[in-house]
């Protein structure tokens, strides 16, 4: 029972260059997201999904571009790496969303360096 | 005003104290709230949700105050077990937003 998978665990990258970071899961959930988490800052949103071929913009998505081709996999992609661009990202997924969003299924968070 | 405000702590406590934690949210609209709890480097995991007036699991007790738009943590007879940072989520639009966390360290 794998749940929510994110892939790489840890990366380096340079500033300038560009990666993508994997999320799959195996639950049948409509809603994903991502969130980047910084000390002090929390867990800040990213972009999310309510659905395959849907994306949106969440608190902080200037640098990041995301894609959700099929409903299990929800892709975040760094065209551009910045040193501001450091963090750990955490996917997640849901059933539902909106006021009525239930629990939320993280992924064990994918940690980025930019040099 | 941010959508969600904690107490950032951190809360130090000894064993067996009890200790709450108090969270604003700005939404009004907004109809289920959790609290997740997270250990240092790990990811968060669902503590409790909050529906309607309250919820009590154990030695956790999770209040919603409407009129007032804030939501409270509640754990009695504190464990060592308990140290982590708790996190406060309420959702806002189609997403949810996460408070910064509060920090809680119980000592023997």
């Known amino acids: 029972n794998a749940g929510v998978t994110q892939t790489p665990k840890f990366r380096v990258l340079k500033t300038g260059q560009s990666m993508t970071l994997l999320c799959a899961q195996d639950?049948?959930?409509?809603?994903m997201y991502w969130y980047r988490q910084d000390p002090g800052m929390g867990l800040r949103l990213i972009h999310y999904?309510?659905?395959?071929?849907?994306?949106a913009k969440g608190e902080v998505p200037d640098g990041y571009n995301v894609s959700r081709l099929k409903k299990q996999n929800f892709l975040l992609g760094l065209e551009s790496a910045a040193p501001s661009q450091t963090s750990v990202y955490f996917c997640a997924s849901s059933y539902a969303g909106g006021p009525w969003t239930g629990e939320l299924f993280f992924g064990e968070g994918s940690r980025l360096t930019v040099l | 005003r941010k959508e969600v405000e904690q107490d950032p702590g951190p809360f130090n406590v000894p064993e067996g104290a009890t200790v709450a934690f108090n969270c604003t949210y700005s939404n009004s609209a907004s109809q289920s709230f959790f609290w997740y709890r997270q250990d240092c480097r790990k990811e968060p995991k669902l503590l409790m949700s909050v529906y309607s007036s309250g919820n009590e699991d154990g030695r956790f007790t999770a209040q919603l105050n409407r009129a007032s738009q804030y939501i409270s943590l509640l754990i009695r007879d504190s464990k060592l077990s308990d140290s982590a940072t708790y996190l406060c989520v309420a959702p806002a639009g189609t997403a949810l937003i996460f408070g910064k966390g509060t920090t809680l360290s119980v000592s023997s």
């Open positions: 639950m049948n959930h409509e809603y």
């Open positions: 999904s309510v659905g395959e071929g849907t994306t």
